[in-house]
Structure formats: C-alpha cells, structure tokens
C-alpha cells in the first residue's frame, strides 16, 4: 500500500541565486504534519529519494495540514494488519503549474511480513479537527482475513475481507468482503456484500444468497423494517416480498450486479451486492417460495484487488459523510 499525503498549502520552491537550477535546500514542500503511530514525524528533513523506515510498526497514520479555506484538516489513515511504515521524501506538482509548485512531500508505504495470503482494510477517516475524531480499530477473525472497526458518533461500521468462512465479533460469513453499518441501535444492515452467500449476527441471519442456474438467485436480507418501496439499479421494482415475523426483505432481479434500496419509515437502506463464487447445482436447492434476487456466477479480482477496493469504498463512504 503507498500514499502520498499532499495540501494546497504549500512552501513554493524559489530559486534563491537566480541560477535556475535548485538544490535541495531551495525546493519547497507541501504544509502538513505527519504522525505515524502516535510519534511526530519530521519528513522533510529526511533524505531526498531515500526510502527510510520510521522502525514503528503500526495501523495508525495522521496527515494534519489547513484547506485553502483557512481550515485544519486531518486524515486518519487506518490499515490493518499492522505494517511497519516506511517514508520517501520525493516531489510532486501541486497548487500551481510553475516550478514553485514543484515541491516535496512525503510518500508513504507499508511492509509487512512475506505471506502467502495478504488481507488488509484500509479506512480513510477525513475530519475537520474541530470535529470529534472516529475510532478505528481491529477485529479478531476466527478463520481467514481481517476486520476493522470504525466508531462515529451514532453508528459503528464494520468491514471485512478474508476468504472462506470466518467469524469476528458478532459476525460470521463466507464472504469475501463485507461492509456492515450498525446505527441508532438497530440490526446491522450490510452495504456491501462480493461473492457471498450468507452473513449471520448473534447466530440470527442477516443476509442470504441462494443461487439457481447461472441467471437466478434469491437474496434475502433481515432484520429491516417493512419497506414501503424497493428500487433495483436506482429503478422502482416490484418482484419482491416481505415476512413480517423475520423482518426479512426478499427481492429477485436477473443476472448482473446490482445495488438495492429499500425505503422504510423515510430512510433509504441501501446494500451493493456483488457475484458469489460459484453457482451450485440448481437440483440441489428447494424451489423458491418467495422472490428474491439474481446475479450471475462471474469470477470478480483476487483477494488482492479486492482489498484495495476495500479501500477505495471505505474512503469515499466516510467522505459522502
């Protein structure tokens, strides 16, 4: 994993002697403060295009700098497993097109242990310093992956990428990633959910994926209220049903990925759901009794990519925040 914290704010580069070549000590550097596992960092004394290690391994690292409205700004970088974090001090081009906007900055990376399988989460939490900051933390996994934890004000999300089935906190799936979103005390609700095909919590199931063929598939998710309106695609969509006595939503569609919402009491849950591994044999279901949803049996990227879309959706959910 590599990082290249940046800001607007910068310390142009200036040619000093007028020469109009520079030397380390006339280049700029981007404004911000690096905190690497609790320590302060003075990146920009370090050595230019030498990869250093800071000899700290860690899940924390914050990036504090001000917005060009004058504001602090900090990012929380939370990755798990832990890695030793190592820094290259290199140049980038950034708030501007001249050679004062061609200054240096801090590129980050984290190294781990060689393995054979490698499951990291990566949350980045942006924050206006006067806000209250997330808590960030690891679940143990029973089984294959890692889980992660991120606490707000009025909601916990938990996310999750392994393979096989594994049990963290209250949890347990085959999933190979899951994003969970526990809020205002009620049933978790899964936002995301790739090539799975059940999730439990506290043994009730919250989420099940049952496949006929190659083009049908029935999903069922529980523990939500009656929906007042269900859309497939961002489209109105009228095959589904609801049990009352489970609190479970079921909806079919055909084959593709898809991303459904359900309206309830004015919210909008919503939950990306993504290809399961494989699809068994059809003759060895029952015959559905209730419509539900279908998605094809495409293979999706190996556990690598898919740790890094982790990644990706975790920073744009927290930044729509």
Known sequence: SIFRPASLSITPTEDENGDRAYTENEV??????????????????????DETSTGTVTSDVRWTTTNPYGQTV???????????????????????????????????????????????VTALLPRYTSEAARQAGELAVTGTGTAVTVTGP?????????????????????????????????????????RGTELSYDGVPLFSNDLYGQEKQTVTITGIPEPSAVAVDGHAWGDW??????????????????????????????????APR?????????????????????RLPAPGAAAVLVAVLVALLFLRR
Not at 28 to 49: C, D, E, I, R
Not at 74 to 96: D, S, Y
Not at 245 to 255: D, F, Y
Request: aromatic share 10%.
């Open 28 to 49: 700029g550097h981007v404004n911000g403060a690096l905190t690497v596992g609790g320590s302060t960092v003075a990146w920009n004394n370090l050595p230019y295009k």
């Open 154 to 194: 009025d909601y916990e999300d938990v996310i999750y990428t392994g393979s096989g089935t594994s049990i963290f906190g209250s949890y347990e799936t085959d999933a190979d990633i899951v994003y969970l979103r526990t809020e205002d005390g009620r049933m978790p609700f899964a936002d995301l959910l790739i």
């Open 74 to 120: 900090e990012l929380q970088l939370f990755t798990a497993p832990a890695a030793e974090v190592l820094i290259n001090k290199h140049v980038t081009r950034i708030a501007g097109y001249t050679s004062k906007s061609e200054v240096f900055l801090p590129v980050l990376s984290f190294r781990s242990p060689a393995t054979n399988d490698l499951y990291r």
């Open 241 to 274: 049903s609801y049990d009352a006595g489970r609190s479970a939503l079921t909806v079919r569609t055909g084959a593709g990925t898809h991303a459904l919402t359900a309206t309830a009491g004015g919210t909008e849950l919503r939950c990306a759901i993504l």
């Open 278 to 298: 494989t699809a068994p044999d059809a003759s060895a279901r029952p015959a559905a009794t209730a419509a539900g949803t279908t998605f094809p049996s495409t």
